[in-house]
């Protein structure tokens, strides 16, 4: 359901601008964005209340707990991945950076990741990194949206208007952009936060 939920996100935001716009509005724009995008209604499965009323879900907290714990490895996958990426990026993509990927991914997980597949992850152009920066916005998005609309925003009408404001500019915005636009330095405390928060 979350890759459903990301996908509804990403369409969103390519759908939002008008029909004239230039195509750098579609697919020129920050990696980051698409990637907060996605990751905005993905966080939706955090949402206990949301599972309930949408997904008509009767989750134990056990259950809960599952789904913010995957949260956090998706969360430090993506560091790891991004971390790696830039040793692929410093090194090349050989026997170097696959042995930092391979110690990152155990550090981050705890289980080892198989030689054959320690490079297959990796981007020496930063698409692991603008994965990690779109999830730290959609954090801070979904912050914002909940001190504007309530706990409940994702059900609020007036959450429309918004959501069309970041979706209806495709990929014009950049992520500092948005984050400039919520007052708020960017950073990674919103996702931290979030995730700690869904696990208790």
């Known amino acids: 359901m979350g890759r459903f939920l990301a996908a509804i996100g990403v369409a969103q935001l390519r759908a939002g601008p008008p029909g004239d716009a230039p195509p750098e ?74 042995a930092a990927h391979r110690e990152l991914h155990a550090r981050a997980t705890g289980a080892d990741l198989p030689a054959g597949l320690a490079l297959a992850d990796l981007d020496p152009f930063g698409e692991p990194a603008f994965e990690l920066a779109g999830r730290a916005l959609a954090a801070r ?41 919520m007052g708020s330095p960017a950073g990674i405390d919103a996702l931290v936060d979030e995730l700690i928060e869904s696990c208790r």
Request: aromatic share 8%; glycine share 6%; with cysteine.
């Open 141 to 181: 998005l979904r912050l914002f949206l909940r001190d504007r609309y309530d706990e409940d925003w994702w059900r609020n009408p007036r959450t429309a208007t918004s959501l069309n404001a970041l979706w209806g500019r495709g990929g014009r915005p950049t992520a500092a952009d948005l984050w400039a636009e």
């Open 25 to 98: 509005d579609l697919w020129l724009g920050d990696p980051a964005v698409v990637h907060a995008c996605a990751a905005l209604l993905e966080g939706l499965l955090h949402e206990p209340e949301f599972l309930r009323r949408c997904a008509k879900a009767e989750l134990s907290r056990d259950d809960e707990r599952a789904i913010a714990i995957a949260g956090v490895f998706d969360a430090r996958l993506a560091a790891a991945r991004a971390l790696a990426s830039q040793q692929a990026h410093d090194l090349g993509l050989g026997t170097r950076a696959a």
